[in-house]
């Protein structure tokens, strides 16, 4: 499963790891994730949308499917 047309980043504009959340109640991203994006290798990437879309947080278009937000 891969993801194909990925938008640039899954933030969706509030992040609770700021908050001090370890998983961003917004998009699903870990703290290490959402701090490393920019530096990750398009691989990297690939395997956190991956991830998201295993876990439910995103359909195979990359649109969200849950989170929220505030």
Do not use: N, Y
């Amino acid at each position: 499963m891969s993801v194909v047309h990925a938008p640039d980043s899954p933030c969706r504009g509030f992040c609770t790891t700021a908050l001090g959340d370890e998983i961003c109640k917004s998009c699903g991203r870990t703290c290490a994730e959402v701090d490393g994006w920019i530096g990750f290798s398009p691989e990297q990437k690939l395997a956190c949308w991956d991830r998201l879309k295993r876990q439910g947080w995103i359909d195979a278009d990359c649109r969200p499917l849950r989170g929220r937000i505030e």
